[in-house]
C-alpha cells in the first residue's frame, strides 16, 4: 500500500460530502480527501489520481453512468455510495463497473474499512494489470480480447495442470456451425466465452477460427451447462463444440479428440459432440478367438463404458436438441445396465427405440412405432466395438425421422 492514498468523493449532495469526510478521520494523516461535483467529476479523476473514487447520488443515471465512464481507467477503484438497499441498482453498478459498494448511512468504522481493504484489494489488481500488459506486449496475450494466443495455448494449460496437479477436468473447441462460417468472428466468441466463464477458467485462440476453453476439475455435465450460457451470451451466429476429458492424457491428445469431435458436431448439425472414449485393450478382447465364457465379465465392461461413454450422452444430447425442435411431442430417455430407450410420443404416434445387452459381443437395437407394420419396425444387431457416437446418433436420427413421417 502507497504511504499516500487520495480518495474522491464525487456527489453533489454537500451535507453528505461534509458528513463523509468526518467520517473518514481515522485514515491516516497523509491521506487526501478531495469533494468534487459530479460535472467536474471526469477532469477531477484526472487530476487527482485518485486511488479511490467514491461515487454518491440519489440519481439512478447520473450514478451509472458517471461509473462507466470512469470504469474506462482500469487502474480506479470505484466504489458506489447508496441512500438505499436497491439490489437492483446495486447489482447494476457492478455490471456498470463498481468494485464494491456502501451505504450511505454506514458508520465510520465500516467505511474505513471498506476504504482500507478496496485499497489493498486495489494494489493486488494494479499488479495484475501491469503483469498483464507485459504479457500483451510479450503478444502471449491479445489485448482486444484479454485472451492467450494460440501459440502459448500448450504451454499455459499444460503449466496450469502442473503447477495446479490437476487430475481431471473438460477440454472445449468451439466453432460456428458450418452454414454461419463466414459471418463469424473467433475474437467476439473468445470476449463473450471470457466474460461468461470464471476467472480460473482458461480461454485460448485455437487452430484457424476456433476458440478453446480448459474447465478444471469439471465434468461433462459441467461443460453443457457452461456451453448453454455461452449459447445464451453469443448472439452473432450459431455454434457449436467438441468436448473432451483430459483424464490421463496430455495436450496434444485431448485437443485432437475435441477437434475430432468438433468435426463430427459440424458434420452431423449437431450443437456438441464428446470425443469417443476408445479402450484398446478392452477391444483387443472381442477378438473372434476368444473364450466367451471366460471373457464374460470383460464383455459386461465394454458394454458399461460403452453405456457411459457412448449411449447415455447421445440420448441426453439428442433428447435436448429434438426438445426444441419436435413440437407437441414428449421426448423421453433413459439408460441402465438392462436397457436403454428413447421414446417419442405424441398426439397421433408413439415409436420406442430400444437398446438391449444380450449379454457377450453384441448389443441389439429394436425399433417399434406403434400401430405400424412395416420395414420401419426392425431389430439390428450391432458388434460392441462398432458402437460410436457417429454411428448411434445416426441410428437415433433415421428413427425420429421415421417418427416425423409416421406422424403426419
Same mark, same amino acid.
Given at each position: ?12 449532495d ?7 469526510v468526518s ?19 471526469v477532469?477531477?479523476?484526472t ?5 479511490? =473514487?467514491?461515487?454518491?447520488?440519489n ?18 477503484c ?21 468494485d464494491?459498494?456502501?451505504?450511505s ?14 485499497i ?16 500483451? $506486449?510479450l ?10 494466443n494460440?501459440d502459448?495455448?500448450?504451454q ?20 460456428? =456451425? ?22 480460473d477458467?482458461i =480461454? ?13 476439475k469439471k ?14 451470451n ?13 483424464v ?11 477437434? $475430432? ?8 448439425n ?6 469417443d ?6 477391444d ?21 463404458k460403452?453405456?457411459e461413454k457412448?449411449?447415455?450422452? =447421445?440420448f441426453?444430447?439428442?433428447q ?11 421426448i ?8 436403454c430407450v ?6 397421433? $404416434? ?26 420401419e ?10 458402437i460410436?457416437?457417429?454411428d ?17
Open positions: 500500500m502507497n504511504d499516500t492514498n487520495s480518495i474522491l468523493l464525487i456527489s453533489d454537500d451535507d453528505f460530502s461534509h458528513d463523509l467520517k473518514l478521520i481515522f485514515l491516516r494523516k497523509k491521506d487526501v480527501i478531495t469533494c468534487s461535483k459530479f460535472a467536474n467529476a477532469n477531477n479523476v487530476i487527482h489520481s485518485p486511488a479511490i =473514487v467514491l461515487v454518491h447520488s440519481i439512478k443515471t447520473a450514478a451509472l453512468g458517471l461509473i462507466e465512464e470512469l470504469r474506462k481507467n482500469k487502474d480506479l470505484i466504489i458506489f455510495v447508496s441512500d438505499l438497499y436497491d439490489s437492483e441498482l446495486i447489482l447494476q453498478a457492478y455490471e456498470s463497473g463498481a464494491d459498494f456502501i451505504l448511512s454506514a458508520e465510520s468504522f465500516e467505511f474505513v474499512l471498506r476504504i482500507v481493504h478496496n489493498k484489494q486495489n494494489s493486488v489488481k494494479l499488479s495484475l494489470l501491469k503483469n498483464l500488459r507485459i504479457l500483451e $506486449q503478444q502471449v496475450i491479445e489485448p482486444e480480447t484479454g485472451v492467450y494460440f502459448y495455448a500448450k499455459v494449460i499444460e503449466n496450469y495442470i502442473d503447477d495446479n496437479l490437476i487430475d481431471c477436468g473438460i477440454f472445449m473447441v468451439f466453432a460456428p =456451425v458450418l452454414s454461419d462460417k463466414i459471418k463469424f468472428s473467433s475474437r467476439n466468441l473468445a470476449k463473450v466465452i471470457k466474460n461468461t466463464v470464471r476467472f477458467d =480461454v485460448t485462440f485455437g487452430k484457424g477460427e476456433k476458440v478453446y476453453l480448459f474447465l478444471a465434468d461433462l455435465n459441467d461443460a453443457l451447462v457452461v456451453f448453454n450460457k455461452i449459447k445464451e453469443y448472439k452473432d451466429t450459431d455454434i457449436c463444440t467438441g468436448i473432451s476429458s483430459i490421463h492424457k496430455q495436450f496434444d491428445r485431448f485437443e485432437l479428440e475435441a477437434l $475430432q469431435a468438433l468435426s463430427n458436431a459440424q458434420a452431423m449437431l450443437e456438441y459432440s464428446f470425443a472414449e476408445k479402450s484398446e485393450t478392452l483387443n478382447w472381442l477378438d473372434d478367438g476368444i473364450d466367451v465364457s471366460k471373457g464374460y465379465k470383460i464383455f459386461r465392461q465394454m458394454f458399461n460403452k453405456l457412448v449411449i447415455a450422452p =447421445v441426453y444430447r439428442l435436448k436438441s429434438y426438445e426444441e425442435r419436435l413440437f407437441d411431442t414428449e423421453e430417455q433413459y439408460t441402465n445396465e438392462e436397457q428413447f421414446k417419442l410420443k405424441n398426439k397421433k $404416434q408413439e415409436s420406442t427405440l430400444k437398446i438391449v445387452y444380450p449379454g457377450f459381443t453384441k448389443i441389439i437395437v429394436y425399433i417399434t412405432h406403434e400401430g405400424l407394420d412395416s420395414p419396425n426392425k431389430d439390428i444387431q450391432i458388434p460392441l466395438t462398432k460410436t457416437q457417429k448411434l446418433v445416426k441410428i437415433v436420427e433415421d428413427f425420429i425421422k421415421e417418427f416425423k413421417i409416421a406422424s403426419v
